[in-house]
């Protein structure tokens, strides 16, 4: 009896993203490809979106774990995502451009926001009381995950280090200060 784990149904989602596109994919299709029943699927997902969501967290979440609350830290983590996202190009490429209820912009959205959050209240930048910079890095990471979707969405035709460094760039002061706090400031940006 083979064993299924979560993450491994993830990379065969993924695999089958690079053969078949994305909205002709099934439930159904999808246990074909991997040969497991229904209730394998069933007892990891509960649709193919949490299946589709999961698998892009799959390698965010490897990238994130090494990512420290540096300014280069931060750099590491938006070019090895921009890496992982050429690593399996038609894959992610598909999820940009796939419109659901739980789409991929806003499931990447909460992540990115929820990673910077950590990280900021790592640092003393945070904190609950402070509305002002709660705002701040709302809405930051929403425009970098809107600039990093749309790069995505258009055919990544940027190198992923000319991301990072744009995201270095657009980085508010006070963000851009909490990070360099905690560890050097030299990085280098991509033209």
């Given at each position: 009896m083979?064993?299924?784990?979560?993450r491994s149904?993830?990379?065969?989602?993924?695999?089958?993203c690079?053969?078949v596109?994305l909205k002709?994919?099934?439930?159904?299709?999808f246990?074909?490809?991997?040969?497991?029943?229904?209730q394998?699927?069933?007892?990891?997902?509960?649709?193919?979106?949490?299946?589709?969501n999961?698998?892009?967290?799959?390698?965010?979440?490897?990238?994130i774990?090494?990512?420290?609350?540096?300014l280069?830290?931060i750099?590491y983590g938006?070019?090895?995502m921009?890496?992982e996202?050429?690593?399996?190009?038609?894959f992610?490429?598909?999820?940009?451009?796939?419109?659901?209820q739980?789409?991929?912009?806003?499931?990447f959205?909460q992540n990115?926001?929820?990673?910077?959050r950590r990280k900021l209240?790592e640092?003393?930048?945070?904190?609950d009381?402070?509305?002002?910079?709660?705002?701040?890095v709302?809405?930051?990471?929403v425009g970098i995950?809107?600039f990093?979707?749309?790069?995505i969405?258009?055919g990544?035709?940027?190198?992923p280090d000319?991301v990072?460094?744009?995201?270095?760039?657009c980085?508010p002061?006070g963000i851009r200060e909490?990070?360099?706090?905690?560890?050097s400031?030299s990085?280098?940006l991509?033209?």
């Amino acid at each position: 009896m083979r064993k299924f784990t979560k993450r491994s149904l993830a990379l065969q989602f993924i695999q089958m993203c690079e053969k078949v596109p994305l909205k002709k994919i099934t439930v159904k299709s999808f246990l074909e490809f991997a040969d497991i029943s229904k209730q394998t699927f069933y007892n990891y997902f509960k649709d193919k979106d949490d299946l589709m969501n999961y698998a892009y967290g799959v390698a965010a979440d490897s990238i994130i774990v090494e990512m420290d609350t540096s300014l280069e830290g931060i750099y590491y983590g938006a070019a090895q995502m921009g890496y992982e996202c050429l690593k399996h190009k038609n894959f992610y490429m598909q999820m940009a451009k796939y419109e659901t209820q739980n789409s991929f912009a806003q499931n990447f959205s909460q992540n990115v926001e929820s990673v910077y959050r950590r990280k900021l209240t790592e640092l003393g930048y945070l904190t609950d009381s402070d509305v002002q910079r709660q705002q701040i890095v709302h809405y930051f990471c929403v425009g970098i995950c809107t600039f990093y979707v749309d790069w995505i969405y258009t055919g990544m035709n940027e190198s992923p280090d000319y991301v990072a460094s744009t995201i270095i760039e657009c980085m508010p002061v006070g963000i851009r200060e909490a990070f360099e706090s905690n560890g050097s400031s030299s990085v280098t940006l991509k033209e």
